[in-house]
């Protein structure tokens, strides 16, 4: 595999059900970083990884938890989808964690909760 | 509050040249990113400006005023597969990445 990959490419799940979405970037980046991208606001950050190991709390954590156990995976779980996580949900890494490096996308999972 | 400004929706026409402006009102400023995003796809990077000025590459070029909070898009030769979601971004104080809500180009023959 050469970036970033996700799984699953959709999903649609009941109110209430565990999920997780998976990321996994073999570029060696540092950085992690789960966003939502919901139509007319934007990308917002959900979870943030500097390096293997730490994570952070972005703008809209709420809901969902991530963990950095290797430098390649930083899953995403939501414990109790509701349907307010009906969005599209992108990871991306960058080389480091600071905001003045590019950042790469996955191709991302499209969520809708029911 | 962090803000970030982009016109929702611009149309241009296939040969033209479109400029997409972007301003932005943030704790701190270290850098400015555009990236594309094509319908249904991930964002990807077009530029990257921290100075003032304009940087050019290729069909496309930006430009960042700093003092006046303010960038530009410039896409020249308008193809039809330019028609995309176009992201503004922006490096505050503390290194966080603050993201607009993009702007959306519709190329018409």
């Known amino acids: 595999i050469a970036g970033i990959t996700q799984a699953p490419t959709s999903q649609i799940l009941a109110a209430g059900r565990r999920m997780t979405l998976r990321c996994t970037q073999d570029m060696r980046h540092n950085a992690m970083y789960w966003y939502r991208q919901d139509l007319g606001l934007g990308l917002r950050l959900i979870h943030y990884s500097n390096t293997a190991g730490t994570t952070g709390k972005g703008e809209v954590p709420d809901g969902y938890s991530v963990s950095r156990a290797n430098t390649d995976d930083f899953p995403l779980t939501l414990a109790s989808a509701v349907p307010s996580q009906t969005s599209v949900y992108f990871c991306a890494s960058s080389v480091t964690g600071e905001g003045t490096d590019t950042q790469y996308f996955g191709p991302g999972t499209r969520l809708t909760v029911l | 509050g962090q803000n970030i400004d982009q016109p929702t929706e611009m149309t241009a026409t296939e040969g033209a040249i479109v400029q997409i402006n972007c301003t932005y009102q943030t704790s701190g400023f270290n850098g400015l990113f555009w990236y594309q995003q094509h319908a249904g796809e991930a964002p990807t990077f077009l530029s990257y400006?921290?100075l003032d000025g304009l940087e050019e590459k290729g069909r496309f070029s930006s430009f960042l005023s700093r003092s006046k909070g303010y960038s530009y898009l410039l896409l020249k030769e308008l193809q039809m597969k330019d028609s995309a979601s176009y992201l503004c971004a922006v490096t505050d104080s503390n290194y966080q990445l603050i993201w607009g809500a993009g702007t959306k180009l519709i190329i018409k023959p």
């Open positions: 400006n921290v």
